[in-house]
């Protein structure tokens, strides 16, 4: 038996826009109603079953308050896809994703991402046009999510795995 790649991923986006609660809701199957603001970074991992096999997602969630961003750049190193994720309900986190795009390029020039509009609980039926066009635009896939009621977040992540996947060398012919 082979060991299980670990494939490193991002969660990045402004503060409040549920990165923390997509990512517990995926590895814990939780969501909690009132949450700290995450302090610089947190990881947590989780087993995903692949058609190619199966990996192991390393999902680092990133601070979203300016102030940290100094440290992030370092955070970023050796991801191979992130998530930029902004909420439905609020304009402005949308318009923020092209400054985190550039933010996490300086560092990732070659890197992939998903866009993702979350908190679809609060918004059932999301103008999303513009979350969509930046997601064509970069060249990324697009996704809504929530957190709160589960929809689209295994998706997510299987989207994330399944991109970090391809950036991997493939295996030498048998």
Not at 18 to 33: D, I, M, N, P, Q
Not at 131 to 158: D, K
Request: hydrophobic residues 40%.
């Amino acid at each position: 038996m082979g060991s299980v790649p670990i494939l490193k991923v991002v969660i990045a986006g402004d503060p409040n826009v549920g990165k923390t609660s997509l990512v517990r809701a995926y590895c814990e199957g939780k969501f909690e109603t009132s949450r700290v603001l995450t302090i610089g970074v947190d990881f947590q991992t989780k087993l995903v079953n692949l058609p190619a096999g199966t990996v192991k997602l390393s999902i680092w969630d990133m601070a979203g308050q300016d102030r940290f961003e100094v440290v992030r750049a370092g955070f970023y190193r050796g991801s191979l896809t992130s998530a930029l994720v902004y909420n439905l309900e609020e304009p402005e986190t949308l318009k923020s994703l092209v400054r985190w795009y550039h933010e996490v390029r300086r560092t990732l020039p070659q890197q992939k991402f998903i866009v993702v509009g979350n908190k679809l609980d609060l918004v059932p039926n999301p103008n999303d046009r513009v979350g969509r066009e930046l997601a064509r635009i970069i060249h990324a896939p697009y996704l809504n999510t929530s957190a709160r009621t589960g929809e689209g977040v295994a998706a997510l992540f299987e989207t994330l795995a399944m991109s970090a996947q391809s950036c991997l060398p493939s295996p030498p012919a048998g």
